[in-house]
């Protein structure tokens, strides 16, 4: 039997990030892009107060994605994985990658029983009396769906209503706590800033505005390299 509770009010916890296979370096006005992508990768060029990004999809090499950002820059040229950008203009550049999170939506009780037939009621309140002090000293017990926590004490009855069979009844249910989380794949912050009214602004991928608490959440899970 499975009950459901309400969940934790905990913040997401990532879990893990997209490793950085590429890197940047900008000498200006040139920018060189190196290594082999891998999806979940983002390459960006700032160029002034206006930002370019490229998510690699997988398997691109550092010419196809210096192709790919020259592209969306106006008057850049490209040559193999350098990109020269005209213009006078303050350049930075980085590689950053995607974070996953989890976060509890709802707790759950995998209950279980453990029953003991006996011959008389002593030797059943015996048996029982040892299944308590061992369950206590279990700190992880595994359920399907690699689902482990600790056991915890529910209840426990006896039933006589067999006596006449001459089997003597005892059980015990117990059940272990387990959360259900949702897992969510987060972007890295490329750029960010305040604009002159103040604002934060940003280049954040997949498309979306910027936010304090995406920042927060984010920031600390992804890898970022900028030179």
């Keep these: 039997m499975t009950r459901i509770l309400k969940p934790l009010r905990s913040p997401p916890i990532i879990t893990r990030t997209v490793p950085i296979?590429?890197?940047?370096?900008?000498?200006?006005?040139?920018?060189?892009?190196?290594?082999?992508?891998?999806?979940?990768?983002?390459?960006?060029?700032?160029?002034?107060?206006t930002?370019?990004?490229?998510?690699?999809?997988?398997?691109e090499t550092a010419s196809v994605v210096a192709q790919s950002l020259a592209s969306q820059i106006n008057g850049a040229q490209v040559s193999m994985n350098q990109i020269y950008v005209p213009g006078g203009h303050k350049l930075i550049a980085g590689v950053v990658s995607d974070s996953f999170t989890s976060v509890e939506?709802?707790?759950?009780?995998?209950?279980?029983?453990?029953?003991?037939?006996?011959?008389?009621?002593?030797?059943?309140?015996?048996?029982?009396?040892?299944?308590?002090p061992t369950l206590m000293q279990v700190r992880r017990?595994?359920?399907?769906?690699?689902?482990?926590?600790?056991?915890?004490?529910?209840?426990?009855?006896?039933?006589?209503a067999t006596a006449k069979a001459g089997v003597f009844k005892r059980v015990e249910r117990w059940g272990v706590e387990y959360p259900?989380?949702?897992?969510?794949?987060?972007?890295?912050?490329?750029?960010?800033?305040?604009?002159?009214?103040?604002?934060?602004?940003?280049?954040?991928?997949?498309?979306?505005?910027?936010?304090?608490?995406?920042?927060?959440?984010?920031?600390t899970g992804c890898s970022n390299r900028f030179r």
């Design 180 to 219: 259900t989380n949702a897992v969510e794949q987060v972007p890295g912050v490329l750029f960010a800033g305040l604009n002159s009214s103040g604002k934060l602004v940003g280049q954040f991928h997949p498309d979306g505005p910027i936010t304090i608490e995406r920042i927060i959440n984010v920031w």
């Design 141 to 160: 017990f595994e359920l399907e769906y690699g689902v482990t926590n600790a056991p915890k004490y529910l209840n426990v009855w006896t039933d006589d």
């Design 105 to 132: 939506v709802a707790r759950q009780v995998q209950a279980f029983r453990i029953a003991i037939y006996a011959p008389t009621p002593a030797i059943r309140d015996a048996i029982g009396r040892l299944i308590s």
């Design 51 to 59: 930002g370019y990004a490229y998510r690699c999809v997988g398997g």
């Design 21 to 49: 296979t590429m890197s940047v370096q900008v000498t200006d006005p040139t920018v060189m892009i190196n290594g082999i992508a891998t999806a979940g990768q983002v390459v960006g060029i700032g160029v002034g107060s």
